[in-house]
């Protein structure tokens, strides 16, 4: 079981990564991302009861490296594909210093 652990940690920073790639790349002040991506980025450590194929997501854990790097993170449930309230879209939305801070 520690084995299994370490590899789902060492995929979880490729899909952190992946995602921070994403991210900066994008141009808007919105993003969205499929559920499963960021699930894979931030496992829960609890099971998922909805689906086999993919963790449940971490949304403290989500909302702690989100901030860090500058962005807000929420569901997008009306952006969820029909019959699929349970996972879906995760909103992104870049945070605004005030100017007076550097």
């Known amino acids: ?7 789902a940690g060492r995929d979880s920073r490729a899909w952190q990564s992946a995602l921070d790639r994403a ?4 141009d808007s002040e919105d993003a969205l991302a499929r559920y499963p991506h960021v699930a894979f980025a ?5 099971p998922n009861l909805y689906s086999q194929d ?5 949304y403290r854990e989500l909302k702690a490296w989100a901030t860090s790097r500058g962005w807000r993170v929420q569901p997008a449930p009306e952006r969820a594909p ?11 939305t870049r945070l605004h ?6």
């Open 1 to 7: 079981m520690h084995a299994t652990q370490a590899v």
């Open 23 to 26: 991210l900066s790349a994008h």
């Open 42 to 46: 931030f496992p829960s450590t609890s």
């Open 54 to 58: 993919y963790p449940l997501l971490d």
């Open 82 to 92: 029909s019959g699929d309230k349970y996972s879906p879209p995760v909103r992104f």
């Open 97 to 102: 210093q005030a100017a007076s801070e550097h």
